[in-house]
């Protein structure tokens, strides 16, 4: 009988440990193994190379990294650090992060620039007065554009870690720019760096790095500029006998991780690794500058003369090298520059009493527009030259939305310094501003043509235009419709409120007139690929196009056309790029010549490179001029000190300007400058001449 009991026996204790292997574990307890034995699921393992040493600041920030990071992530995730260019060079690990094939990467950002040339921001000299200043940007809203803008190369911009200030040596003290003249400086290839150098009167030679220490030597150079840790790891201090300490530049260090590795990380690792990097990012900077001191006290203790500039001394390099800013804006970006100088006047304001505010686009569709306006309003505050002293420039970007150009707007009128703004690219950014012009009692000039509604009575009492109406705008058109016998036409606009506004009007223009509108397109804002055959129809049937389009859409369209093979005349309202490969038109304001010569010669001298939208800078620089010169006639400071400055621009004595004499621009009833006769027509040719000359 015994044998019998035993064998159900076995089957069942044989049945129980089955069910326990099989049975579905609760999440709890799956988890709570997963993290004690052999049940665990491997960790993922992350690559992070970059090109600085094991004793680096960068690299025990880096340890930091990724230890906290295993930790925190209850050992789901570990990093696997490449220091001192174990991978590659800064270029081949750039390129293994883009493929994926290396996960995390800090990159020198001028490494950065041929890519995303606005990385050369921090590289600007003497543009941040204290290294908490460029910090502060770099952890702010300038910095998250920048990296941002990583996302082009396949990369995610997380934080800016860096190496440190930039600092000058040489065989003899650099205290004043005039010690630099006619010497020969080594430089990392960058076109930033070769203008410095040429603005200090110096000779800049692109050498490698590694190659410095000899060339200083050997006397191919006189002097260079790099961090404290790059002059003494590569021993720079002991064929140098004189170290300024300048912090005019900053070399730093994107950090970033891939998109196609950042991809496959679950949403909660994403958000730990993004969040542990940047709380890295002031112990690095901390643990440098910490370094810093021990190199600096070798340095000394090797027998070279360390300088320290004083306020005054930097001020003077400021002042010399403050061009490089105008120039490099195009590459940087306008909008980087505006906030950064924005910044700086909240905590510098030094003797600035009246301010001249500018509400543009500055990163959006219309960038180059805003750029334009910014530019023609920064010419017009230092053509007054001693009458100036006192006055500042402060741009915000609106990005083309209107609520934020409505914030802007707000933030305009609560500083008590501001006389009035230039601004208004877009209906709707207008439209969203006008109600608040009036109690903030904040004078606004738009140098853009604007919608009809904006100019029917009663006029806006704080809206003022160096420009025209759609209205006065269809009626020019019309009539040069007319002229040219033309009696098909079609309008091509952008879908939005002005488009809707003056293809209507000019619509009405050239019935009044006997003319035909065969047909009318609106095209969507950002477009780069509108319809060929809409485009195509629409030119088979008329004689003549009409655009009214920014330069992205205008592009746009311009291609397709030349690909269609359509052979029609072109008429743009404003000043959209044409390579010539098609005949068009272009409208203008008519200009003094004799002002606009010397406008122009100012431009170049300024930014180094010519004036893209003549007319739109002409009615920008007119804008500002007037607002100015009405504050000058005003006295403000006082609390009614804008009203005041509103009735000066409703009463100003005659004043010639880029575009015409104003005799005057305004009066209580006609806030508009422009009508009608103060626009022209100018051939293709003709504008692309005006590169070199201004038309008379």
């Known amino acids: 009988m015994r044998p019998l009991l035993f064998v159900p026996a076995a089957l069942l204790l044989l049945a129980s440990l089955v069910l326990l292997i099989l049975w579905p574990t609760p999440q709890s307890e799956r988890v709570g193994a997963a993290s004690s034995g052999t049940l665990a699921e491997a960790p993922r393992v992350l690559k992070m190379g970059y090109n600085m040493p094991e004793p680096s600041a960068m690299h025990l920030a880096a340890l930091r990294f990724a230890e906290q990071l295993e930790q925190q992530s209850g050992g789901r995730i570990k990093v696997e650090l490449h220091p001192n260019q174990e991978l590659g060079n800064d270029h081949q690990m750039l390129e293994?992060?883009?493929?994926?094939?290396?996960?995390?990467?800090?990159?020198?950002?001028?490494?950065?620039?041929?890519?995303?040339?606005?990385?050369?921001y921090p590289d600007l000299p003497f543009y941040f007065p204290q290294k908490e200043d460029l910090y502060a940007m770099l952890d702010g809203e300038p910095?998250?554009?920048?990296?941002?803008?990583?996302?082009?190369?396949?990369?995610?911009?997380?934080?800016?870690?860096?190496?440190?200030?930039?600092?000058?040596?040489?065989?003899?003290?650099?205290?004043?720019?005039?010690?630099?003249?006619?010497?020969?400086?080594?430089?990392?290839?960058?076109?930033?760096?070769?203008?410095?150098?040429?603005l200090l009167e110096a000779e800049a030679i692109p050498i490698d790095f590694y190659q410095v220490r000899a060339a200083l030597k050997d006397g191919a150079v006189d002097g260079q500029e790099n961090p404290l840790v790059a002059i003494h790891q590569m021993g720079i201090h002991q064929v140098q006998s004189d170290l300024t300490l300048s912090h005019h530049g900053y070399l730093a260090y994107a950090f970033a991780v891939g998109e196609k590795s950042l991809a496959t990380l679950p949403s909660d690792l994403q958000s730990l690794l993004l969040k542990l990097a940047r709380g890295q990012t002031r112990w690095q900077r901390e643990e440098n500058e910490r370094q810093e001191g021990e190199y600096l006290r070798q340095i000394k203790a090797a027998g070279v003369h360390v300088h320290e500039l004083s306020d005054q001394q930097r001020e003077l390099f400021r002042h010399r090298l403050r061009p490089l800013a105008d120039r490099f804006e195009s590459i940087i970006g306008p909008d980087l520059l505006a906030m950064t100088d924005e910044y700086m006047l909240e905590r510098y304001p030094g003797s600035v009493q009246h301010v001249l505010g500018v509400d543009v686009d500055l990163s959006g569709g219309s960038a180059d527009v805003g750029r334009e306006v910014r530019r023609g309003a920064a010419l017009a505050l230092a053509d007054l030259g001693a009458q100036g002293e006192g006055f500042a420039l402060l741009a915000r970007d609106n990005l083309g939305q209107p609520s934020r150009a409505l914030s802007n707007i707000e933030r305009f009128g609560q500083d008590a310094r501001v006389i009035g703004v230039v601004g208004g690219t877009h209906s709707s950014t207008l439209s969203a501003q006008l109600p608040r012009l009036q109690p903030l009692q904040l004078p606004f000039i738009t140098p853009?043509?604007?919608?009809?509604?904006?100019?029917?009575?009663?006029?806006?009492?704080?809206?003022?235009?160096?420009?025209?109406?759609?209205q006065a705008l269809a009626t020019f058109i019309a009539d040069q419709v007319v002229q040219q016998g033309i009696q098909r036409v079609a309008v091509v606009v952008e879908d939005n409120r002005w488009g809707e506004d003056f293809s209507t009007l000019l619509g009405e223009a050239f019935a009044e007139r006997q003319r035909t509108q065969v047909g009318r397109m609106l095209i969507n804002t950002g477009t780069n690929d509108p319809s060929a055959e809409r485009l195509r129809a629409l030119a088979t049937q008329a004689e003549l196009l009409v655009l009214g389009l920014r330069t992205r859409e205008g592009r746009a369209v311009l291609k397709t056309l030349a690909s269609a093979g359509v052979a029609v005349k072109l008429l743009s309202v404003?000043?959209?790029?044409?390579?010539?490969?098609?005949?068009?038109?272009?409208?203008?304001?008519?200009?003094?010549?004799?002002?606009?010569?010397?406008?122009?010669?100012?431009?170049?001298?300024?930014?180094?490179?010519?004036?893209?939208?003549?007319?739109?800078?002409?009615?920008?620089?007119?804008?500002?001029?007037?607002?100015?010169?009405?504050?000058?006639?005003?006295?403000?400071?006082?609390?009614?000190?804008?009203?005041?400055?509103?009735?000066?621009?409703?009463?100003?004595?005659?004043?010639?300007?880029?575009?015409?004499?104003?005799?005057?621009?305004?009066?209580?009833?006609?806030?508009?400058?422009?009508?009608?006769?103060?626009?022209?027509?100018?051939?293709?040719?003709?504008?692309?001449?005006?590169?070199?000359?201004?038309?008379?």
């Open 96 to 120: 293994m992060a883009r493929q994926g094939t290396l996960d995390l990467v800090l990159i020198p950002t001028a490494k950065l620039s041929t890519a995303i040339p606005e990385m050369q």
């Open 143 to 198: 910095g998250r554009r920048l990296l941002e803008r990583m996302r082009r190369i396949g990369l995610v911009g997380i934080t800016f870690w860096g190496n440190g200030f930039k600092q000058f040596t040489a065989n003899h003290p650099l205290l004043a720019p005039a010690d630099f003249k006619g010497y020969k400086f080594r430089i990392m290839k960058s076109r930033l760096l070769q203008e410095q150098f040429h």
């Open 448 to 470: 853009f043509a604007a919608e009809s509604v904006f100019y029917r009575a009663p006029i806006s009492p704080w809206l003022f235009s160096v420009a025209t109406s759609n």
């Open 574 to 696: 404003w000043g959209m790029p044409n390579d010539g490969a098609l005949p068009m038109q272009y409208v203008e304001s008519r200009r003094n010549a004799a002002q606009m010569k010397r406008l122009t010669a100012d431009y170049r001298r300024r930014y180094g490179e010519e004036p893209r939208l003549l007319s739109l800078l002409a009615q920008a620089y007119d804008s500002a001029s007037l607002l100015a010169q009405a504050s000058l006639l005003a006295a403000p400071g006082a609390p009614q000190g804008r009203l005041q400055i509103r009735d000066r621009l409703e009463n100003m004595p005659p004043w010639t300007g880029a575009v015409r004499q104003y005799a005057p621009a305004f009066t209580p009833t006609r806030h508009a400058a422009f009508d009608q006769r103060d626009y022209r027509l100018i051939s293709n040719q003709a504008r692309m001449d005006t590169r070199s000359r201004v038309d008379e």
